[in-house]
Nanobody
Framework: QVHLVESGGGLVQAGGSLRLSCTASGRTFSGYAMGWFRQVPGKERDLVAAISWSAGNTHYADAVKGRFTISRDNAKNTVYLEMNSLKPADTAVYLC?????????????????WGQGTQVTVSS
């Protein structure tokens, strides 16, 4: 059983940066794509970014392209989300997940292992 733990969230002013981390324990997420999602109360959970096992392919939601960067270190069982030029609209709980069943990086399907989330709040 894989357990995912996110960290790095917090309160930041608009225009600022944060770096989120998601570390797996229990077993590795070897061979699986990983994704970062975000959720605001009362709204659907949105896919923010995804990365293939080899890190050779990535996908970003239009809202974050050019501002966020997803990366992973498989030796450390960790995936990162570097967030720059943050906006108040980026405020959400950010969750990482394992795409155990591959549907492609651009799709929200196939994710079945989730972390507990980390809150990101961007003030104006």
């Amino acid at each position: 059983q894989v357990h995912l733990v996110e960290s790095g969230g917090g309160l930041v002013q608009a225009g600022g940066s944060l770096r989120l981390s998601c570390t797996a324990s229990g077993r590795t997420f070897s061979g699986y794509a990983m994704g970062w999602f975000r959720q605001v109360p009362g709204k659907e959970r949105d896919l923010v970014a995804a990365i293939s096992w080899s890190a050779g392919n990535t996908h970003y939601a239009d809202a974050v392209k050019g501002r966020f960067t997803i990366s992973r270190d498989n030796a450390k069982n960790t995936v990162y989300l570097e967030m720059n030029s943050l906006k108040p609209a980026d405020t959400a709980v950010y969750l990482c997940a394992v795409q155990s069943t591959s549907y492609g990086l651009a799709y929200k399907l196939g994710y079945d292992v989730w972390g507990q989330g980390t809150q990101v709040t961007v003030s104006s």
